[in-house]
């Protein structure tokens, strides 16, 4: 086998962030995704960071007490999940500061700084990047995301999708998928596997240096 005789190059190591939307999908998706998603990461010790949506939240309190347990980074994903340059300044600051009191309420954990827009929208405005500023948070984006919530979308596409982009990107990067879609939990322990064959050091957020210059783009 030529393979074994062939010098592998060095792996260069490199720290990237997988992080997680928790929020209500779309549709009803397969009952027990998140849980399963959650004794991924403890059987394969990932620590992750995960954006609570506050009405999920208050649907799933254990789950997301779990979240909180298991040393996972725990975020702000909005409570209604609207999108937020749609809302007025009061509207921005009530959406923002009722999902930190459920987000509280069911991890006990301030999710502060850590915020993401739903669909990335508004990461753009200043309006809204300032009404996040008043309530002390910042937005966080995202390098590489994979459509993991499209129906159909084929699993060996979304995990190279994932793994391709974040080895490219290198250091600082960070992964966008959801707590729900039954194909990322099929496609999490690929993903896990592979990236840490390519020399990645899955961290949490709070464990990059650079997340405000990430960009982000619209999503779920
Ligand atoms: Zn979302």
Known sequence: MARRHTKKPAVEPFRTALTFDAEHPDRRSTPGVQERLLDILDRLDVKATFFIQGRWAEAYPDTAARIAKSGHLVGNHSHYHARMPHLSRDGLDFDIKTAEEAIIAATGVDPK??????????????????????????????SVEAWDWEPDRPLAELVDTIVDGLVTARDESVALLHTWPKRTEKALPWIIDRLRDAGAQLVRVDQLDNIIALPSGPSS
């Open 113 to 142: 700084p850590w915020f993401r827009n739903p669909f990335g929208a508004g990461s753009d405005s200043r309006r809204v990047l300032k009404a996040l500023d008043r309530a002390g948070y910042v937005h966080v984006g995202w």
